[in-house]
Structure formats: C-alpha cells, structure tokens
C-alpha cells in the first residue's frame, strides 16, 4: 500500500493555508493510503521569531487536537509529535553527513527567513530541510501531501535519499513525491494577495484560522484587497486579490473556477466576498464543532499521541538502523 507522511508546525491557529493546501489531502488520502501525520516540534525551535519556550508544549497539544478535528484519523492513521522519537533526530545527523553546504544555502525558505538576520541565524535554521528529510525518508513515504511552498523541501528529500542509497549501496531509503491540491496549492495573505497566507507574515486580518468565528471570518473577506476594478476573473498577475478569492471558492465549494467566474462576474465585489466568507464559514463549522469536544479532554489527546508515537517507532527505529549499518557504524554488540 502507498505510504504517505507529512508534517505540520506546532501552531494552535492553523490557518485556511494549511487546511486547503495540504490538510484537505492529509484527510482525504486516508481512504486509500496507509498514512504517518507529525507534529513537528523540533523545526518550531530552528528561528527565535516561531519559538517561544512556555507557550511550546501547549500549541503542541493545540495542533494536534486542530488535526483530529479537520478528520485525521487515528485508528486508521498514525498522529504523533516528532521530538516523542529520538530517531528524527539521529538520522539528521547521517544526513548532515550526505547533504551538501550549497544545496541547502539556496532553498528558498532559508533564503526568506534568514534574510537580514547576518550571521547569527541559527545552524538549526540552515539544516531545517535536512531535518525534514529525515522524518519523509524513516517513514518509506511515497507520497508527501503538502502546499506549493513545500516543493524544494521534498526534492531535497528525494536527492538525499537518492544520494544516500547510490553512495552506500543498499536501498535503504524510499524516493517520495510531493502531492498538492487542485487548487489553492497557495492561499494567499488577504491584505498583500501577493504573498502567501503565514503564520509568521501575515497580520491577523490577512489571515483566516480555522478556529475564527464567523462574524470575524465574514469580517477578514469583507475587508480583503482587490483592485479598483469591478470585473471577476482570474488573473494571477493583474488580479492576484480576486483571483486568491476565486480559488479559495473553489475549494471550499469543490466547483471550477471558470464555473463560479461565469456565476459572479458581474454583480460586484461586495456580493462575490460575501459568497466566499459565506462557503469557508460552512466548511469549517463542523470542524470547530468537532473541535469544542476534543479540546474539553486533553488527557485523551495526550494518549492517542503515546499511541501514535510507539506506532511511529516501530516503523523508524528498523530504518535507522538500516541506515546506521549501511553508512558504516558498529552495531552495539548486545
Ligand atoms: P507550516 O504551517 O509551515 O508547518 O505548513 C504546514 C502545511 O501547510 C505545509 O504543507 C504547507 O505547505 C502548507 N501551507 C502553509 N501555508 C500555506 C499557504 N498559504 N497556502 C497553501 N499551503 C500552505
Ligand atoms: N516544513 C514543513 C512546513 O513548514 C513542515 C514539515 C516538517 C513537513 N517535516 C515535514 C512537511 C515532512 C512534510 C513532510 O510546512
């Protein structure tokens, strides 16, 4: 069976970025895939703007409670916190050993984030990728469900893996692929539709979570950048705030672009902002209702993550130790 493994940063306030570019598959591949989702924990503290030290554990409990509330499932899937397995973390460090100082300088992600802070970025930002590609390749994943952003991130996986199996001989490791949305592969940020929708960017009102409630959600669209303009249509260059506005439509609605265009073209940004809020309320409301349930027992949560967590080590811990013997090191004699 296909095997599919993604990640997503501890944040209590996952946003509509996170749920149509890449929550949306996590939940749907489910049906016929056998599935590994982690809270990544360890890349939340690579950059001091996303780290802050008492608030961790708690948006680690959040984010795993927001992710069985959009529909991950953990009798069929396994959910648990990347820093419960040691091995993420050793298997950086044979990877550190194959990636290359060049290829991990140019990922664009790097580049944004490191962008005026000199010389005192941390080491753990620059080997974030790596990092990542560990926790992809322990797991033989095929498939990776994530947003556009994400792209170079599984490339480098998959030179890394690919670099690893040629240079020590044995196929240790499994090639993946990245998989995205139809649609919304890149929801924008509703004040600068230009840039992406970011936990780390975006102002509040730039940005919808999924826990907003409806007045606030049907407030954000209201008030989102579009042009002087009053035509509908989609223009990624000319009419980047309409055009995000269309392809969050379409996913939350799961009907054509063209489609709604012929629809809405015509009767002014008032009404067609109005049907956007209106489509993205009714999508999320089930998952805020499921939600309110979860989050009133954390204890439960806390289980299905133990759970989780010794789910993931039984496939991890034989593929590290693969690669350990692969790359040279003694086994410990027991
Ligand atoms: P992060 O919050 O950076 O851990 O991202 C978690 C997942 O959400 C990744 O698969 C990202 O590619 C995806 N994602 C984050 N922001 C956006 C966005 N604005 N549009 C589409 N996907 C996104
Ligand atoms: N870097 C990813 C992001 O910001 C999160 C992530 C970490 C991830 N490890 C992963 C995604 C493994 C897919 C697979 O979105």
Known sequence: MTRVFSGIQPSGDLHLGNYLGALVNWVGMQDRADCVYCVVDLHAITSPAEHDHATLPQRTLDAATVLLAVGVDPERSILFVQSHLHEHAECT???NCVAGFGELRKMPQFREKSEGKGESVSVGLFDYPVLQAADILLYHADEVPVGEDQRHHIELARDIGQRFNHRFGDEVFTLPKAIHPPAAARVRDLQEPTSKMSKSTSSDKGIVN????????????????????????????EKPGVSNLLEILSAATDRDIPDLVTEYDGQGYGTFKGAVAEAVIEMVRPIQERHAELASDPGEIERLLKQGADRAREVAAPTLARAKAAIGLLPPSR
């Open 93 to 95: 460090w044979l990877f």
């Open 210 to 237: 999924l826990l907003d409630d409806p007045k606030r959600i049907e407030k954000k669209f209201k008030s989102a950048v579009t042009d002087s303009a009053t035509d509908i249509r989609y223009d990624r260059t």
